[in-house]
């Protein structure tokens, strides 16, 4: 399967604390994106870094791309408890097209006021 | 603006009995519509994808099909529901090589 797999499962951490979520997949991608979904909603669009870059920075987001060793990470900074919901990256591969999507499990964040 | 429409919210049918979801897109022309489905807890399972009227890929084999009646109108369907359909169904699209838009989601119960 080429689905990314997000590291860790669950992640539970302080207002203001930085959170760092972790993504690896399995061939070769044409980008990664990375989408938040609230609890019991449609997935939201935060970021797409495209397999030529290597960092990419939306706010308090920052993504990084390693396509040697196939995988990304999220930082978001300054977390709020607003930002409680899941993360889930997203790959679009070379061989399927830039719009065949797939995607992880997802990371659980909560982040505690 | 572009939006798109998901409905229903919340739907629960008995097993055996057949499904229509439907998905609506305004602002934009020709998308990409998807349909994915989400079990409980876990990530999401692209279903069918379409990139013009009565032009749909089928991604896992299974009693669902999909139609696209209309340019902005993706509809997913079933003759006959399993349990194992439960989910939560959600329908997106996007431009060529762009993020995808999500609708708000379909929770299924089949019982």
């Known amino acids: 399967s080429q689905q990314g797999e997000e590291d860790p499962q669950a992640l539970s951490i302080q207002e203001g604390e930085n959170a760092t979520m972790n993504c690896s997949y399995k061939?070769?991608?044409?980008?990664l994106q990375w989408y938040r979904q609230n609890s019991g909603r449609g997935l939201v669009h935060l970021i797409l870094?495209?397999?030529?870059?290597r960092e990419k920075h939306s706010g308090r987001l920052r993504v990084t791309l390693d396509t040697s060793k196939k995988s990304s990470s999220l930082l978001i900074t300054a977390s709020r408890a607003a930002d409680t919901a899941s993360y889930f990256c997203a790959t679009a591969a070379l061989k399927t097209g830039a719009n065949n999507l797939f995607f992880g499990t997802g990371t659980r964040l909560t982040v505690i006021p | 603006s572009q939006t798109i429409h998901q409905w229903p919210a919340t739907l629960v049918q008995p097993v055996g009995s057949p499904l229509s979801l439907e998905c609506t897109v305004e602002?934009?022309?020709?998308?990409?519509l998807y349909w994915y489905r989400q079990a409980a807890g876990r990530g999401l399972q692209l279903l069918f994808y379409?990139?013009?009227?009565?032009?749909i890929s089928s991604e896992v084999p299974q009693n669902l099909s999909a139609s696209r009646p209309q340019d902005r109108q993706f509809i997913l369907s079933s003759k006959k529901l399993l349990l194992s359909d439960s989910g939560f169904y959600l329908c997106?699209?996007?431009?060529?090589?762009?993020?995808?838009?999500f609708g708000n989601g379909t929770r299924l119960t089949v019982t």
């Open positions: 061939t070769s991608i044409n980008n």
């Open positions: 379409s990139i013009g009227i009565d032009q």
């Open positions: 602002g934009t022309s020709n998308p990409n």
């Open positions: 870094i495209r397999s030529n870059e």
């Open positions: 997106a699209w996007s431009g060529t090589a762009s993020p995808l838009h």
